[in-house]
T-cell receptor, first 113, second 111 residues
Framework: DQQVKQNSPSLSVQEGRISILNCDYTNSMFDYFLWYKKYPAEGPTFLISISSIKDKNEDGRFTVFLNKSAKHLSLHIVPSQPGDSAVYFCAASAGRYGNKLVFGAGTILRVKS | EAQVTQNPRYLITVTGKKLTVTCSQNMNHEYMSWYRQDPGLGLRQIYYSMNVEVTDKGDVPEGYKVSRKEKRNFPLILESPSPNQTSLYFC??????????FGEGSRLTVL
């Protein structure tokens, strides 16, 4: 039973346009959400996070939106750049000390120049 | 430089031959964890440790062992590897169990 789902295995976007990556979750106990980015032959790196007490968090070109009623979060990248081409993982945790971080299957983003 | 170091990066072995993947971090993090990445399944947690001598099972612990005798090291042990353990393995450390710092990965093939 996948508690965190990324239903789009891949996404292709033109350079300069917006990339929107989506993530759905089923566990209402999740209270902290993160996005990780992974390049080939490297480990994932932390990108941005959001607490359940917020509905938006912004960091430069990256914005994460959280819709708790829909159990849905999204990552917006504006403008998209070729260097953003990577696999993006959504992750969620419950409780103050997130010993149980649950990841989605990932979405491959390709930004075409 | 803050980092998580895994070894070996690549390994081909045969069924039943015990192996250990080492993991070391230099950030003084209490929390460490092992994940495996498989196509279509994302990252699944194998084991985690919240401090020295404190370890617990993740979602897919079968066939694996871990130990945490020192804060910086968290080795993953496959006592009797099987082909279904062929995967890409990541070690991670964290100050809070949420923002993880990952190693570069260890690609294991079991024949």
């Amino acid at each position: 039973d996948q508690q965190v789902k990324q239903n789009s295995p891949s996404l292709s976007v033109q350079e300069g346009r917006i990339s929107i990556l989506n993530c759905d979750y089923t566990n209402s106990m999740f209270d902290y959400f993160l996005w990780y980015k992974k390049y080939p032959a490297e480990g994932p790196t932390f990108l941005i996070s959001i607490s359940s007490i917020k509905d938006k968090n912004e960091d430069g070109r990256f914005t994460v939106f959280l819709n708790k009623s829909a159990k849905h979060l999204s990552l917006h990248i504006v403008p998209s750049q070729p260097g953003d081409s990577a696999v993006y993982f959504c992750a969620a945790s419950a409780g103050r000390y997130g010993n149980k971080l649950v990841f989605g299957a990932g979405t491959i983003l390709r930004v075409k120049s | 430089e803050a980092q998580v170091t895994q070894n070996p990066r690549y390994l081909i072995t045969v069924t039943g031959k015990k192996l250990t993947v080492t993991c070391s971090q230099n950030m003084n993090h209490e929390y460490m964890s092992w994940y495996r990445q498989d196509p279509g399944l994302g990252l699944r947690q194998i084991y985690y440790s919240m401090n020295v001598e404190v370890t617990d099972k993740g979602d897919v612990p079968e066939g694996y062992k871990v130990s945490r005798k020192e804060k910086r090291n968290f080795p993953l042990i496959l006592e009797s590897p099987s082909p279904n353990q062929t995967s890409l393995y990541f070690c991670a450390s964290s100050p809070d169990g949420r923002e993880l710092f990952f190693g570069e990965g260890s690609r294991l093939t079991v024949l």
